[in-house]
């Protein structure tokens, strides 16, 4: 069975830094791209970033450019999301999905919550 678990969500101040986890198990993790996604309250989702099998050229939306900083290690079967200079807007449920042949996004975690307010 395919299982991804976030952790690392929390309420942090404007400025702050937060590093999410993703602990993965049931399927192959070094032949799969990774990503985050992100859902703030009432809105649609929203891809935050990519990590290829490799680690190599990690790809970032332009709003959380320069800030975020996605890696994974292989041997842990883990992904991370390092979160820097947080703004108000960051704040949303946090997922963690993996990739198959058709979609970067086949399969989900249960997310976790980041809440940036002063």
């Known amino acids: 069975e395919v299982q991804l678990v976030e952790s690392g969500g929390a309420l942090v101040q404007p400025g702050g830094s937060l590093r999410l986890s993703c602990t993965t198990s049931g399927f192959d993790f070094s032949i799969c791209a990774m990503s985050w996604v992100r859902q703030a309250p009432g809105k649609g989702l929203e891809w935050v970033s990519t990590?290829?099998?490799?680690?190599?050229?990690?790809k970032y939306a332009d709003s959380v450019k320069g800030r975020f900083v996605i890696t994974r290690d292989n041997a842990k079967r883990t992904v991370y999301l390092q979160m820097n200079s947080l703004k108000p807007e960051d704040t949303a449920v946090y997922y963690c999905t993996k990739s198959d042949t058709t979609s970067y996004f086949a399969s989900w975690g249960q997310g976790t919550q980041v809440t940036v307010s002063s």
């Open positions: 990590v290829n099998t490799t680690g190599d050229g990690p």
